[in-house]
């Protein structure tokens, strides 16, 4: 198939490979083909019910799943039914769920092709979804927000490329992505490191930080004005890399919200999380309202 064809393809499928998405008239499951790494990934799309009946724009919120996860991961594991759609509605927002590569925290690899997930979300996937669906283009309508390795993907885009973004967040983040800081089993941590040196080498995991990892990217997160929201449970395995960037955040002056709550690294935590962050973000979005076009 042509690629460029194939990246202006969407797919509005019903049941794809035994995906059940709720209301499926508000959920469209695409595919894009990514030249940068001559493979396709799918995403959803979350639309508000008024989408089809009006010709109105609408902004967009990125949502990010975790390590070894799938774009359908906040459809399907959330703990509350139709939750994205809800969401949907009740901010009239697009909600867009790609899918990434196991453990590749959505960088660039310097060492390997297959994994260019930056330039993917920056120079591929947001044209795209842009081109084919009624957004605002600006960055004043535009968020993204994740969980876990999708926290970091969500700081580590927005930081390298705030003329994209107007708000970010994180849930349960993956801050620094250095293993020794998680309260994880040796075996996982081995896995981690290794799957790390594979993508990108030998790095830096001790200040001056890597711009990899999360962590390294505060000088930035200070300069670019984009609104922050993070947060973690407080028996959450990665609670250590979140107080690390949160008093980073506060040595150098970024303005961001940061909360601690009960709760670990599940899907109970995320689905209250989720309503937090879009509240957030939709304040954000109010305040810029009058630059959407």
């Given at each position: 198939?042509?690629?460029?064809?194939?990246m202006?393809?969407i797919?509005?499928?019903?049941?794809?490979?035994?995906?059940?998405?709720?209301?499926?008239?508000?959920?469209?499951?695409?595919?894009v083909?990514?030249?940068?790494?001559?493979?396709?990934?799918?995403?959803?799309?979350?639309?508000?019910s008024?989408?089809?009946n009006?010709?109105?724009?609408?902004?967009s919120?990125?949502?990010?799943?975790?390590?070894?996860g799938?774009?359908s991961?906040?459809?399907?594991k959330?703990?509350?039914?139709?939750l994205?759609?809800?969401?949907a509605n009740q901010?009239?927002?697009?909600?867009?769920t790609?899918?990434?590569?196991p453990?590749s925290?959505?960088y660039?690899?310097?060492?390997m092709?297959?994994?260019?997930?930056?330039?993917y979300f920056?120079?591929e996937?947001?044209?795209?979804?842009?081109?084919n669906?009624?957004?605002?283009?600006?960055?004043?309508?535009?968020?993204?927000?994740?969980?876990?390795?999708?926290?970091?993907?969500?700081m580590m885009?927005?930081?390298?490329?705030?003329h994209?973004?107007?708000?970010a967040?994180?849930?349960s983040?993956?801050?620094n992505?250095?293993t020794?800081?998680?309260?994880v089993?040796?075996?996982?941590?081995k896995?981690?490191k290794?799957?790390?040196?594979?993508?990108?080498?030998?790095?830096q995991?001790q200040?001056p930080?890597?711009?990899?990892?999360?962590?390294?990217?505060?000088?930035?997160m200070?300069?670019n004005?984009?609104?922050l929201?993070?947060?973690?449970?407080?028996?959450?395995f990665?609670?250590a890399?979140?107080r690390?960037?949160?008093?980073?955040?506060l040595?150098?002056?970024?303005?961001?919200e940061?909360?601690?709550?009960?709760g670990?690294h599940?899907w109970?935590y995320?689905?209250?999380?989720l309503?937090?962050h879009?509240?957030f973000?939709?304040?954000?979005f109010?305040?810029?309202?009058?630059?959407?076009?």
């Amino acid at each position: 198939m042509n690629p460029e064809n194939n990246m202006k393809r969407i797919l509005i499928v019903i049941f794809l490979l035994g995906f059940n998405f709720p209301s499926i008239a508000q959920v469209d499951t695409i595919e894009v083909f990514s030249p940068v790494m001559q493979k396709t990934l799918r995403a959803a799309v979350v639309k508000p019910s008024t989408y089809s009946n009006t010709a109105q724009k609408y902004p967009s919120i990125y949502l990010l799943h975790g390590g070894s996860g799938s774009f359908s991961d906040w459809h399907q594991k959330v703990t509350k039914e139709n939750l994205l759609i809800d969401l949907a509605n009740q901010y009239q927002v697009l909600i867009i769920t790609p899918g990434v590569g196991p453990a590749s925290y959505y960088y660039d690899s310097p060492l390997m092709d297959t994994v260019k997930y930056e330039t993917y979300f920056i120079k591929e996937l947001i044209p795209f979804i842009d081109q084919n669906y009624r957004t605002y283009s600006q960055r004043e309508a535009r968020a993204i927000t994740g969980l876990s390795m999708g926290g970091h993907g969500a700081m580590m885009l927005s930081a390298k490329n705030p003329h994209m973004f107007i708000a970010a967040g994180s849930m349960s983040g993956v801050m620094n992505i250095d293993t020794d800081l998680w309260t994880v089993n040796d075996e996982f941590r081995k896995l981690r490191k290794e799957a790390q040196k594979a993508m990108l080498g030998e790095i830096q995991y001790q200040h001056p930080f890597s711009e990899y990892t999360a962590v390294g990217l505060v000088d930035r997160m200070k300069k670019n004005g984009i609104a922050l929201l993070f947060d973690c449970g407080v028996d959450d395995f990665l609670i250590a890399t979140n107080r690390q960037i949160h008093e980073l955040l506060l040595q150098n002056n970024t303005p961001h919200e940061y909360t601690e709550r009960p709760g670990a690294h599940t899907w109970d935590y995320w689905t209250e999380a989720l309503p937090f962050h879009m509240l957030f973000i939709d304040n954000v979005f109010k305040k810029h309202k009058q630059t959407q076009k």
